[in-house]
């Protein structure tokens, strides 16, 4: 089975602070992709990765950076977190399928 | 950008009866996935139906799908607590992996 990981399932930061969160997927899988779930807005996309140090903004990508060194992780950087972006934070990797497949998630309060 | 549209945003039902949720999309897609989400967790992969058909099922699940009027259902039957759950789909778009998701339908499954 795939699996997807992601660092921390809650997380409580401080206006200003940087924010690193990271997904990590065990099964090779070239594009991953980082989404925040807000209520009633369902899933929109923050970044995507179709490679190793390859990366694409979705929709909403300000405020936001990604880091994919390695095939296996990629990583959302909050640069200087606001109270806006507390929200879930799901990972999700793609095999050459259409099926992606989602880490737990990171519910993620900015204080 | 947010294509898929669930109707209805939330429905409750007995447990033993049938449920029915129907995503809208505006564009033409390749496939449509339904996806399911327990509270507070990332979402699983349910059942994928290609442009070109027009049924499927998958256990308890059939998907219908209609791209003339652009929607496509989700009938769960014989429904248990189990269940209970938000329900997503999500279209493809052309040359990318990216995916377009709908706000979600929120079953509840009473016993």
């Known amino acids: 089975d795939v699996k997807v990981t992601q660092s921390s399932r809650y997380l409580v930061k401080r206006t200003g602070e940087k924010v690193f969160l990271e997904c990590v997927q065990d099964m090779d899988h070239e594009n991953m992709f980082w989404y925040r779930q807000d209520p009633g807005l369902g899933l929109r996309l923050i970044y995507f990765?179709?490679?190793?140090?390859?990366?694409e903004k979705g929709d909403i990508p300000e405020g936001y950076s990604v880091s994919r060194e390695k095939k296996e992780r990629f990583s959302l950087i909050l640069e200087s977190a606001s109270t806006n972006q507390t929200s879930m934070y799901l990972c999700?990797?793609?095999?050459?399928?259409?099926?992606?497949?989602f880490g737990p998630g990171t519910r993620l309060l900015v204080l | 950008s947010q294509q898929g549209e669930e109707d209805p945003q939330a429905l409750s039902i007995q447990e033993g009866e049938n449920a029915t949720m129907n995503c809208s999309y505006k564009t033409s897609i390749n496939n449509l996935q339904w996806y399911r989400q327990n509270s507070g967790r990332g979402l699983v992969h349910l059942i994928l139906i290609r442009s070109n058909e027009r049924e499927k099922h998958s256990g308890r699940l059939r998907v219908t799908l209609d791209t003339s009027k652009k929607s496509s259902s989700l009938l769960i039957t014989a429904s248990r607590a189990a269940d209970t759950a938000s329900y997503f789909c999500?279209?493809?778009?052309?040359?990318?992996?990216?995916?377009?998701w709908g706000a979600g339908t929120k079953l509840i499954i009473k016993p």
């Open positions: 990765s179709y490679d190793v140090k390859m990366k």
């Open positions: 999500a279209t493809d778009e052309d040359s990318n992996y990216q995916l377009i």
């Open positions: 999700a990797s793609l095999s050459g399928g259409e099926t992606q497949y």
